[in-house]
Nanobody, 127 residues
Framework: QVQLVESGGGLAQAGDSLTLSCVGS????????MGWFRQAPGKERELVAV??????????KYAASVKGRFTIARDNAKNTVYLRMNSLKPEDTDVYYC??????????????????WGQGTQVTVSS
């Protein structure tokens, strides 16, 4: 099972940008659907962005709340997936998790279908 480690979170002001990184070990991330999810205390984990595995076309999908502001991308040479977050808003404050999965394409947005998760990185955006 692939292991994932996120980094890049921190404090930001509204309008700033941050880039989160998710480094994989024990497996090649290009073989997995990769997702970024976020979760606030007491709430369910919600989809931010996914990028399909290379063998399934590598397409991307975003939550409506981040579309046009966030970009998910892979660097296969570094076995890393990134989440570039622009125009940050206070409502983007959450713990962000990356995840790897091999589920059917119809289930790439379902958090429960991802088998491997990182430990999470906190993003806090002040107004």
């Amino acid at each position: 099972q692939v292991q994932l480690v996120e980094s890049g979170g921190g404090l930001a002001q509204a309008g700033d940008s941050l880039t989160l990184s998710c480094v994989g070990s024990g497996g090649t991330l290009s073989r997995y659907h990769m997702g970024w999810f976020r979760q606030a205390p007491g709430k369910e984990r919600e989809l931010v962005a996914v990028i399909r595995r290379s063998g399934s076309g590598g397409g991307t999908k975003y939550a409506a709340s981040v579309k046009g502001r966030f970009t998910i991308a892979r660097d296969n040479a570094k076995n890393t997936v990134y989440l570039r977050m622009n125009s940050l808003k206070p409502e983007d404050t959450d713990v962000y998790y990356c995840a790897a999965g091999s589920q059917a394409l119809s289930a790439v947005t379902w958090a429960r279908m991802y088998a491997s998760w990182g430990q999470g990185t906190q993003v806090t955006v002040s107004s």
